[in-house]
T-cell receptor
Framework: AQSVTQLDSHVSVSEGTPVLLRCNYS??????LFWYVQHPNKGLQLLLK??????LVKGINGFEAEFKKSETSFHLTKPSAHMSDAAEYFC?????????????FGTGTRLQVTL | KAGVTQTPRYLIKTRGQQVTLSCSPI?????VSWYQQTPGQGLQFLFE???????NKGNFPGRFSGRQFSNSRSEMNVSTLELGDSALYLC?????????????FGPGTRLTVT
């Protein structure tokens, strides 16, 4: 079984300051990990994914995440927040298999960006 | 290339009725997955279809069912609706099953059960 825990339900940062959204995972197998973003009244968009290649993964819009097996973590970071980053962010784990696409979502972190 | 489309976008039904939601994947994508999003339970996997066959199923009662057509379009059906079925239902498509392939999500169908 696999699961993810997003450690913060809500994060507030000022525009131009760094963003850190925390995620811990649990998986019996070698996991694939993802971060998705959901803007209000919009569908989910993939920010980045880790599938056992480089441990530092770069995504869209300046976001990146580092896979740390020893800490079972996959935290999402961005050096400088922008107002348009305000949204709900989901950490997601999936079994690393070629035959299944079941995604297990975390509970989400709402990012608020203030002036 | 057009994205994943879901119809209808909004739906209001009465308890006990049934409902059918439709999803058209991105052209060329053959795998379709469905998810339910509620404030209380978050995002939960319903099922996945590939080549008109259900490949994977989440932990939902038998009232929730789906199918996929030869053109990869998918429908999900919920029978005997309950108040707790009120949710945003999201469809996602990918080229084929497997976590190496990105899942692209549609905007969702918001179902309200009264």
């Amino acid at each position: 079984a696999q699961s993810v825990t997003q450690l913060d339900s809500h994060v507030s940062v000022s525009e131009g300051t760094p963003v850190l959204l925390r995620c811990n995972y649990s998986s019996s197998y070698s996991p694939s990990l993802f971060w998705y973003v959901q803007h209000p009244n919009k569908g989910l968009q993939l920010l980045l994914k880790y599938t056992s290649a480089a441990t530092l993964v770069k995504g869209i819009n300046g976001f990146e995440a580092e896979f740390k097996k020893s800490e079972t973590s996959f935290h999402l970071t961005k050096p400088s927040a922008h107002m348009s980053d305000a949204a709900e962010y989901f950490c997601v784990v999936s079994l690393n298999t070629g035959t299944a696409s079941k995604l297990t979502f975390g509970t989400g972190t709402r990012l608020q960006v203030t002036l | 290339k057009a994205g994943v489309t879901q119809t209808p976008r909004y739906l209001i039904k009465t308890r006990g009725q049934q409902v059918t939601l439709s999803c058209s994947p991105i052209s060329g994508h053959r795998s379709v997955s469905w998810y339910q999003q509620t404030p209380g339970q978050g995002l939960q996997f319903l099922f996945e279809y590939f080549s008109e066959t259900q490949r994977n199923k989440g932990n939902f009662p038998g009232r929730f069912s789906g199918r996929q057509f030869s053109n990869s379009r998918s429908e999900m059906n919920v029978s005997t609706l309950e108040l707790g079925d009120s949710a945003l239902y999201l469809c996602a498509s990918s080229l084929v099953p497997g976590t190496s392939y990105e899942q692209y999500f549609g905007p969702g169908t918001r179902l309200t059960v009264t």
